[in-house]
């Protein structure tokens, strides 16, 4: 990208940003797999976003259930471990509870945390990997070690650790997620701000003496977004692998409320009499985890310029 | 070895301390955040709930707990350095016995794993770049971005359900036949142990019970190693070297395999730690369905139980494993790739 380039984004940007929405838009669903990606996102966000406010609202009960093919909540012994049929589409578990329903129940809230975890990692990243690159010197060395070095452990470990420490409560988990999440965030906004920090129209801003804040946010924040936006499209998929893993050992539940990961993990106990229980949730978050991918995986191809169009 | 490589590779040790350092001062910090005073701390360090006050005072003692805190700091670095992770209540051990038992377990089908996805990785990767937009190339992609974007609990579900209790080729749970009288325990790995003994039947027992927990490994992280391969072996193919290879007349299928495969491997040395570290993590879900018990099962115990020193330990360990093996493969790439030296 050009020097003249950034500028005029810079000064077109308000007016244009609809259009570049729905062109970037445009070009992801002329790809037949992301097209397909885009579905399961919109899908999923969408159910998410309909049934989380019903479930914030009324909680286990009355509307919050109402849009479920059965109570996720009532016991029903008789048709304990179903296996799936016109009734019970996923079959029911151990205690006769229908298993799509407390799927459908257990899925805004992956919504939620991944949207959570990867929003404050952006911004968490955001903010010490622009300090990082735009300070330089000691600073930069000193905060690039510390995410070396939470990078190059297995992050699963570390959550896990870090969710013990704040007593494995659902608040703990987000927390420790966003502990582990920030730093590869900083890493794109250091590079970004690195390449950026000495062009035209960021070292006139320094001149006109535009307030730190605003040569923060709408100067480097701004113009480092893009290879993080394709980033975090793919990302919102991990941190639902890593909630569910830690939900599959037990961390983070909050019971009555259902998880995905850990309807698995009740289910692998009854594995070899009832596989529905544990594969179903399992295949949900496969199928999730997958649309985000496809998304990410396009929108780098789009980010980096690799598509013609 | 001239002095470059050889400044070359203290460099990289330091660094590798510096990172187990920030760790470890990390951890510390978070602790005392979360505990801030002696009597909280020591509780903490108990790993019980319902320790009594005369329990938690020795171990305040102990640890010097009411210390100033910069000396607690300087203690609890010199403690990991030393191999001190502290006292696992839960199992009345200390901790890093019972990770010196767990540990060989876990990285015995962990390693085993690895060693399968890099060639399953670098022949999948090889034959996708050799059929480059061919359906073979988009078939190796799907099926690498399923594996990956698969939570390990499905992966080994499945393989558990369909081969050990639909086909009953394998057994579903365990390490070993607990029939079997285990040999002494002389290498700390149980399969070298066997072999060392001579004992083929329990060895036999013990690969059998390792087979899937292996497989789940292998499938979970050789996509890491086909993409890398796959785009590497793009990059050689359109080289000059790689060209003049083809001109000569060399078969195709050898040029690909043996000359632009070779020199493909390379770049892996890190992706391999890479998988790796994600490897160990996925291990813990992994031993929880095969009933394995390494660090897996350690550390689920530990989360069960609230055991702060056992999960804090386990995880500084692997921390350790993990950064030695980040180590390994840098000194490794630079001796490979002078390139990296110059740096």
């Given at each position: 990208?050009?020097?003249?380039?950034?500028t005029?984004?810079?000064?077109?940007?308000?007016?244009?940003?609809?259009?570049?929405v729905?062109?970037?838009?445009?070009?992801?669903?002329?790809?037949?797999?992301?097209?397909?990606g885009?579905?399961?996102?919109?899908?999923?966000?969408?159910?998410s976003?309909i049934?989380?406010?019903?479930e914030?609202?009324?909680?286990?009960s009355g509307?919050?259930?109402?849009?479920?093919?059965?109570n996720?909540?009532q016991?029903?012994?008789?048709?304990g471990l179903?296996p799936?049929?016109s009734?019970?589409?996923?079959?029911t578990?151990?205690?006769?509870?229908?298993?799509?329903s407390?799927?459908?129940?257990?899925?805004?809230?992956d919504?939620y945390?991944?949207?959570?975890?990867?929003?404050s990692g952006?911004?968490?990243?955001?903010?010490?990997?622009?300090?990082a690159?735009?300070?330089?010197?000691?600073?930069?060395?000193?905060?690039?070690?510390?995410?070396?070095?939470?990078?190059?452990?297995?992050?699963?470990?570390l959550?896990?650790?870090?969710s013990?420490?704040f007593h494995?409560t659902?608040?703990g988990?987000?927390?420790a997620?966003?502990?582990?999440?920030w730093?590869?965030?900083?890493?794109?906004?250091?590079a970004?701000t690195?390449r950026?920090?000495?062009?035209?129209?960021?070292?006139?801003?320094?001149?006109?003496?535009?307030?730190?804040?605003?040569?923060f946010?709408s100067?480097?924040?701004?113009n480092s977004?893009?290879?993080?936006?394709a980033?975090?499209a793919?990302d919102?998929g991990n941190?639902?692998?890593?909630?569910?893993?830690?939900?599959?050992l037990?961390?983070g539940?909050?019971?009555p409320?259902?998880?995905l990961?850990?309807?698995?993990?009740?289910?692998?106990?009854?594995?070899?009499t009832?596989?529905?229980?544990?594969?179903f949730?399992?295949l949900?978050?496969?199928?999730?985890v997958i649309?985000f991918?496809?998304?990410?995986d396009?929108?780098?191809d789009?980010?980096?310029n690799?598509?013609?169009y | 070895?001239?002095?470059?490589?050889i400044?070359?590779i203290?460099?990289?040790?330091?660094?590798?301390?510096?990172?187990?350092?920030i760790?470890?001062?990390?951890i510390?910090?978070?602790?005392?955040?979360?505990?801030?005073n002696?009597l909280?701390?020591?509780?903490?360090?108990?790993?019980?709930?319902h320790?009594?006050?005369?329990?938690?005072i020795?171990?305040?003692?102990?640890?010097?707990?009411?210390?100033?805190?910069?000396?607690?700091?300087?203690?609890?670095?010199?403690?990991?350095?030393?191999?001190?992770?502290g006292?696992?209540?839960?199992?009345?051990q200390?901790v890093?016995?019972?990770?010196?038992?767990?540990?060989?377990?876990?990285?015995?089908?962990?390693?085993?794993?690895?060693v399968?996805?890099v060639i399953i990785?670098?022949?999948t990767?090889a034959?996708?770049?050799?059929?480059?937009r061919k359906p073979?190339?988009y078939?190796i992609?799907?099926?690498?971005?399923?594996?990956?974007?698969?939570?390990?609990?499905?992966?080994a579900a499945?393989?558990?359900?369909?081969?050990a209790?639909?086909?009953k080729?394998?057994?579903?749970?365990?390490?070993?036949?607990?029939?079997?009288?285990?040999p002494?325990?002389?290498?700390?790995?149980?399969?070298?142990?066997?072999?060392?003994?001579?004992?083929w039947?329990y060895?036999?027992?013990?690969?059998?019970?390792?087979?899937?927990p292996t497989?789940?490994?292998?499938?979970?992280?050789?996509?890491?190693?086909?993409?890398?391969?796959?785009?590497?072996?793009l990059?050689i193919?359109?080289?000059?070297?790689?060209?003049?290879?083809i001109?000569k007349?060399?078969?195709?299928?050898?040029?690909?395999?043996?000359?632009?495969?070779?020199?493909?491997?390379?770049?892996?040395?890190?992706?391999?730690?890479?998988?790796?570290?994600?490897?160990?993590?996925?291990?813990?879900?992994?031993?929880?369905?095969?009933s394995?018990?390494?660090m897996?099962?350690?550390?689920?115990q530990?989360?069960y139980?609230?055991?702060?020193?056992?999960?804090?330990?386990t995880?500084?360990?692997?921390?350790?494993?993990?950064?030695?093996?980040?180590?390994?493969?840098?000194?490794?790439?630079?001796?490979?790739d002078?390139?990296?030296r110059?740096?």
């Open positions: 990208m050009t020097e003249g380039n950034v005029a984004s810079i000064t077109e940007r308000k007016p244009k940003r609809q259009s570049r729905l062109s970037y838009l445009k070009i992801m669903v002329k790809d037949p797999s992301a097209a397909l885009l579905v399961i996102v919109v899908a999923f966000l969408g159910w976003v049934q989380g406010i019903l914030f609202l009324f909680g286990t509307p919050a259930i109402a849009l479920l093919p059965h996720p909540f016991y029903n012994l008789v048709v179903h799936p049929d009734t019970y589409l996923l079959g578990n151990a205690n006769g509870e229908d298993i799509l407390r799927m459908l129940y257990a899925m805004p809230r919504a945390i991944s949207i959570i975890v990867v929003l952006v911004l968490l990243g955001g903010l010490f990997g622009i300090i690159g735009y300070r330089g010197g000691y600073i930069d060395e000193v905060i690039m070690r510390i995410t070396d070095a939470f990078l190059s452990l297995p992050a699963l470990i959550v896990i650790a870090l013990v420490l494995e659902l608040g988990v987000i927390l997620l966003v502990i582990v999440w730093p590869i965030y900083a890493r794109f906004f250091r970004q690195l950026i920090k000495n062009l035209d129209f960021v070292q006139a801003a320094k001149l006109s003496n535009v307030s730190f804040l605003k040569l946010f100067y480097l924040f701004i977004i893009d290879p993080v936006v980033y975090a793919l919102f941190v639902i692998l890593t909630y569910s893993t830690l939900a599959f037990g961390i539940l909050e019971p409320i259902p998880e990961g850990s309807m698995a993990s009740n289910g692998v106990g009854t594995l070899p009832g596989w529905w229980y544990a594969v949730p399992g949900a978050i496969l199928i999730i649309g991918v496809l998304v990410g396009r929108m780098q789009i980010v980096s690799r598509i013609n | 070895m001239d002095s470059r490589t400044a070359f203290i460099r990289r040790v330091i660094y590798a301390i510096f990172t187990l350092l760790l470890i001062v990390f510390f910090t978070l602790i005392h955040i979360i505990a801030p002696p909280a701390l020591a509780r903490l360090y108990a790993g019980n709930p320790a009594s006050q005369s329990e938690l020795g171990i305040e003692k102990k640890y010097g707990l009411n210390l100033p805190i910069y000396d607690q700091v300087i203690n609890y670095i010199k403690d990991v350095f030393t191999g001190n992770l006292y696992d209540y839960l199992h009345d200390p890093l016995k019972l990770i010196s038992e767990y540990l060989p377990i876990t990285l015995e089908f962990v390693l085993t794993g690895i399968l996805s990785g670098l022949f990767g034959y996708a770049a050799a059929r480059r073979a190339d078939t992609k799907g099926i690498y971005l399923a594996t990956w974007s698969m939570p390990t609990f499905l992966l499945v393989l558990q359900l369909y081969i209790y639909d086909l080729l394998l057994p579903a749970t365990g390490m070993v036949d607990p029939t079997l009288k285990p002494p325990n002389v290498l700390a790995f149980p399969l070298l142990n066997a072999i060392y003994a001579h004992d039947i060895a036999s027992s013990v690969i059998h019970h390792m087979i899937l497989l789940s490994v292998a499938l979970l992280s050789f996509g890491v190693i086909t993409r890398l391969t796959r785009s590497t072996m990059d193919m359109d080289m000059d070297y790689f060209r003049l290879t001109m007349g060399i078969p195709r299928r050898h040029a690909v395999y043996h000359v632009a495969l070779r020199n493909a491997a390379i770049p892996l040395v890190t992706y391999i730690v890479l998988a790796f570290a994600y490897a160990m993590g996925g291990a813990v879900v992994i031993e929880d369905i095969f394995y018990h390494g897996g099962y350690y550390i689920v530990a989360v139980n609230l055991d702060y020193p056992g999960i804090l330990g995880t500084i360990i692997i921390a350790v494993a993990v950064i030695v093996a980040n180590l390994v493969a840098d000194i490794l790439y630079g001796i490979l002078p390139r990296v110059l740096e």
